[in-house]
């Protein structure tokens, strides 16, 4: 049963503290994005990897890090630096380019304190 | 500055009749449209899509249609069913080697029973 995840669903952190959001998908897709969606606002690219061990800046990137080791997973780091960390964050991947069908992960939901 | 945008952020509709979801853009280099659809708390689902060389896609009962000399494109679901409601994003790709979507702010529809 193929399919995208994120885990966890919700998840609270301190200011000031690193937290990483985990994205595994098993649809053997080459590209794989993270995006930010924030209340009433269409979603903003955060990073976006087409290959293994390799990932570009989208157009929200300061604050955040991502790394691309394997093929089933793009974690994305969550950094002290970024001034407005808590949003929801979503996952997705596409065969090829986003012109095609991406599929996106249930999300999670991270609160700063 | 907004490329994609979606002017109605709610539409009502009663149940049976025509939804139609309007989104413009200013980017004369977007070469793919494409629609999703997103409930609360979850990723958004691939709807459909256009090339730019076309000007109507249809998938059961959902059509969208692009007036490119406009820039302007339209989606219509008949008959709309209480399920339909949801939020409705319009995204545009952007011709070339830059791989990202540029999303509009979306379109809130309920559709009455």
């Known amino acids: 049963d193929g399919g995208i995840t994120q885990s966890p669903k919700y998840l609270f952190r301190k200011e000031g503290q690193n937290v990483t959001l985990s994205c595994e998908q098993n649809?053997?897709?080459?590209?794989m994005y993270w995006y930010r969606q924030d209340p009433g606002q269409g979603l903003r690219l955060i990073y976006y990897?087409?290959?293994?061990?390799?990932?570009q800046k989208g157009d929200i990137a300061e604050g955040y890090s991502v790394s691309r080791e394997k093929k089933e997973s793009f974690p994305l780091t969550v950094t002290s630096a970024q001034k407005n960390p808590t949003a929801f964050y979503l996952c997705?991947?596409?065969?090829?380019?986003?012109?095609?069908?991406?599929?996106f992960g249930p999300g999670t939901r991270l609160t700063v304190l | 500055d907004q490329q994609v945008k979606q002017n109605s952020p709610s539409l009502s509709v009663q149940e049976g009749r025509i939804s139609i979801l309007n989104c413009d853009y200013t980017?004369?280099?977007?070469?793919?449209f494409l629609w999703y659809k997103k409930y609360p708390a979850e990723g958004p689902t691939f709807l459909i899509s256009?090339?730019?060389i076309k000007d109507k896609n249809e998938d059961g009962r959902f059509t969208v249609f692009l007036n490119k000399s406009a820039k302007h494109l339209s989606l219509h679901i008949v008959p709309s069913q209480p399920g339909d409601s949801a939020v409705y994003f319009c995204?545009?790709?952007?011709?070339?080697?830059?791989?990202?979507?540029?999303w509009g702010l979306g379109t809130s529809l309920a559709v009455n029973p």
């Open positions: 997705a991947s596409s065969i090829g380019g986003p012109y095609n069908e991406q599929f």
């Open positions: 649809l053997n897709h080459d590209a």
């Open positions: 990897s087409q290959i293994v061990n390799d990932f």
């Open positions: 980017n004369s280099m977007f070469d793919y």
């Open positions: 256009i090339s730019s």
């Open positions: 995204a545009a790709h952007m011709a070339g080697n830059n791989r990202k979507l540029i």
